[in-house]
């Protein structure tokens, strides 16, 4: 069993752990707060141990009855591996911890790629990722935008991405951020930080992103463009969809073409959290003509990098080799079928 600490319990942090939790050859050892909040009875409540940034808190925690098992020092020598979902910006502060103690570590997308010099997506570089001692695992944005475009390449040669991101304003939970009656251009500048970041990933890869920020809180939309060497059919880009565990299409039966109406639909089928570990494609937005590719793409920012996580433990641990078991693996632990399975 690999042992395996998260440090920061929010909205990734949180997901992280129940998906480890699943897995028959990882375990949770703890789970770390800064304050007693919600999602510290949340990890009471799934008996992960809670381990607490600030020692000195102790009390505050035990006051209204939370056990404090420890400090963070504490909890990340007690595992092989650390998942550090703290804030952006923050996991590079805990970077100095994790190499005095000599253990492995995961970071997410909110910090920078030469944080750890290995920026990870399961479908596109898994083996890579085998026994080094730290990864980031790329943002949800870059996850979804690297998924696809890697199978596309495959099979037809990318020439060039041109993508529109439509990011959500803030995560469902997050009552401080906004905007809310704005469109936010993220940057108004000219390549978004998204293209950049798929190229720590695929850095072949010929490709130009745009995005804006708007008042929503569910899911980002992806308006993607691609040209491609050899010509596509539409046909083609199904069955890549369809045989790939982590690109999901939304068929034409579902008469979904909303995030909202695909977050009720994940919430009715009674996906844990609501969440939808895939890329959400609109099967009715994919236009195909000659060497050129154009489809919508849903993201669900708090879940699609949660899988990848797992994976990344295995891949890091060295325990399994192989990308396609792993995935496979992760996918079956948390009973997860691509969402066209269910329609
Ligand atoms: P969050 O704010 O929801 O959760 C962070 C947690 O870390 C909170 O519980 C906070 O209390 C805790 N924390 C803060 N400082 C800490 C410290 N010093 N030690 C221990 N815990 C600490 O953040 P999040 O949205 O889960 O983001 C975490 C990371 O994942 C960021 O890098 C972010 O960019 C990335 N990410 C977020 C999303 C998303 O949509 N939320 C998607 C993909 C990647």
């Known amino acids: 069993m690999i042992k395996v600490a998260i440090n920061g319990y929010g909205t990734i942090g949180k997901r992280v752990a129940d998906a480890v939790a699943a897995q028959k050859d990882m375990k949770v050892i703890g789970v770390s707060k800064t304050r007693p909040n919600a999602e510290a009875f949340v990890a009471k409540q799934r008996g992960y141990p809670l381990y607490i940034a600030d020692i000195s808190k102790k009390a505050a925690f035990e006051k209204v009855g939370l056990t404090v098992a420890g400090s963070v020092e504490e909890m990340c020598k007690a595992a092989d591996i650390v998942v550090d979902a703290t804030p952006g910006n923050v996991g590079a502060t805990n970077k100095p911890l994790y190499e005095k103690i000599g253990v492995k570590a995961l970071w997410q997308g909110g ?66 951020k906004g905007p809310i009656d704005a469109i936010v251009l ?51 880009v199904i069955e890549l969809i369809n045989k790939h565990p982590r690109l999901g299409l939304i068929k034409k039966s579902a008469g979904l073409k909303s995030t909202a109406e695909l977050k009720e639909f994940a919430m009715d089928l009674g996906r844990q ?45 060295g325990m399994e080799k192989d990308a396609a078991k792993s995935i496979a693996a992760t996918n079956a632990a948390l009973n997860f079928k691509t969402i066209q399975n269910n329609h």
């Open 111 to 176: 910090e920078e790629h030469e944080l750890t010099g290995f920026s990870f997506n399961s479908s596109c570089n898994y083996k890579d990722a085998i026994g080094r001692q730290f990864v980031r695992v790329v943002s949800c944005n870059t996850t979804g935008l690297c998924r696809i475009i890697h199978e596309v390449d495959k099979e037809f040669g990318v020439t060039h991405v041109h993508a529109i991101m439509v990011r959500r304003g803030s995560d469902p939970g997050e009552i401080k």
């Open 186 to 236: 993220d940057p108004v500048t000219v390549p978004s930080h998204h293209g950049p970041d798929v190229l720590s990933v695929l850095p072949h890869i010929s490709i130009t992103t745009m995005a804006m920020i708007v008042p929503t809180t569910m899911m980002h939309m992806h308006a993607i463009q691609m040209t491609t060497k050899k010509t596509v059919s539409k046909e083609q």
């Open 273 to 317: 959290r609501s969440d939808l570990w895939e890329n959400c494609i609109f099967e009715e937005s994919i236009y195909a003509n000659k060497n050129e590719l154009c489809f919508f793409q849903a993201i669900h920012q708090e879940a699609d990098v949660v899988v990848e996580n797992v994976d990344a433990i295995r891949a890091v641990m």
